[in-house]
């Protein structure tokens, strides 16, 4: 990720606009009233929710949000059928996308996806054509302080499971397998440390940079109008956007 922290890179421009706060927050609900409708309130049986429970807390979610979520899924054995879909795309200049969407629509959120591939000169590919340019990793990130040896953080991190361990400008981040994240991240918690903020995300294996003002334009507007969609719940690519855009 060119130096870049993992976390922030895919993170950022969730928090880059309070108004959207809103929809982000409504769209983390949704994920968590099907993870529990589909897998039960007990978190520690239900990785879904366990993850989804951790991405709301990642953006801050309340916790009241989160507690009236789950029990709208307890409550809601009939009703609107959501599924989880990943598109593969293009974006300008040859950026690869995937799109993670939960819809009780497929046919309307797929409609909506093409639509804004093919409005900002990209393009909707079929499954599989950009997967295999990304890996699917789970990152956890803490934010450096006093209180935290390096390497005593290092070892802990590789002795309960995790895959790899990064030091970026301000952060430690951890990187475990999909399977492993939340058992990772659980027993970190449990050894003391705080602050943590965790997600299974899609890490693009290599960076593209883009050159050209109009092309930075479409990049962006293609971003925020899938950011836009209630239906979208994740947007992963492999654009090396530039540092100024990160730090806004």
């Known amino acids: 990720m060119s130096g870049h922290s993992k976390w922030s890179n895919m ?52 916790n009241d ?59 909707l590919g079929t499954t599989g054509c950009v997967g295999y340019l990304f890996d699917r990793k789970g990152i956890i990130s803490i934010e450096m ?35 492993d994240f939340i058992s990772v991240l659980k027993d970190l918690k449990a050894a003391g440390y705080e602050n943590l903020k965790g997600d299974v995300m899609f890490i693009p294996q290599t960076t593209v940079k883009v050159e050209g003002e109009e092309n930075l334009k479409m990049l962006e507007k293609l971003i925020d109008a899938l950011e836009d969609n209630d239906d979208v719940q994740e947007i992963y690519h492999n654009w090396d956007e530039p540092e100024e855009e990160e730090e806004e």
């Open 145 to 179: 302080n006093d209180n935290i040896d390096e390497e005593t953080i290092m070892m802990a991190a590789l002795d309960l499971g995790a895959e790899d361990f990064e030091v970026e400008e301000d952060t430690y981040e951890i990187t475990t397998s999909p399977e």
């Open 65 to 123: 949000n989160i507690d009236r979520a789950i029990k709208a899924g307890l409550g809601a054995a009939s009703g609107q059928n959501f599924e989880t879909i990943t598109y593969e795309g293009y974006g300008p200049c040859g950026t690869a996308f995937m799109v993670q969407c939960l819809t009780d629509n497929k046919n309307r959120t797929a409609a909506d996806v093409r639509h804004y591939f093919s409005k900002y000169n990209g393009n």
């Open 11 to 62: 993170k950022h421009r969730k928090g880059k606009q309070d108004a959207k706060k809103g929809k982000i927050f409504t769209k983390l609900a949704r994920a968590i009233t099907v993870a529990t409708r589909e897998g039960g309130a007990d978190a520690d049986y239900n990785s879904a929710l366990a993850t989804a429970i951790e991405k709301a807390k990642a953006e801050n979610m309340p």
